[in-house]
């Protein structure tokens, strides 16, 4: 089983993009994914998860600009961040739950399955 970010770059103060992650090896169409960013010298935090049926959970400081959502016959999500700011920049994980929920965690240990993150850096 396998989680593959991609789409991480260099972009500038208040552009856009799109990150993505496949799941590779199992479909995840019954468990709850999520992104969750690693900023240099701080810990890793949530940003946002999504169950199969399309329910969502943001963290509290994104200020709406983050959006996430998937494409589960694709094995597909994806976070969509507008406005970017300097400090967006960080790794980028997508994780998914080990057994099939319909819950929303926000903690790292409910997750079981882990990408190797994607590099987001935003230049001013």
């Known amino acids: 089983v396998e989680l593959v970010e991609s789409g991480g770059r260099l972009v500038q103060v208040g552009e856009s993009l799109r990150l993505s992650c496949v799941s590779i090896?199992?479909?995840?169409?019954?468990?709850?994914m999520a992104w969750f960013r690693q900023r240099r010298g701080k810990e890793r935090e949530f940003l946002a998860a999504?169950?199969?049926?399309?329910?969502?959970r943001y963290a509290d400081s994104l200020e709406g600009r983050f959006a996430v959502s998937r494409d589960v016959p694709k094995n597909t999500m994806y976070l969509q961040v507008d406005r970017s700011t300097p400090d967006d920049t960080a790794v980028y994980y997508c994780a998914a739950t080990g057994t099939p929920t319909a819950r929303t965690p926000l903690r790292e240990s409910d997750y079981a399955y882990w990408g190797q993150g994607t590099q987001v850096t935003v230049s001013s």
């Open positions: 999504c169950t199969s049926a399309g329910g969502t």
């Open positions: 090896g199992h479909t995840f169409d019954s468990h709850t």
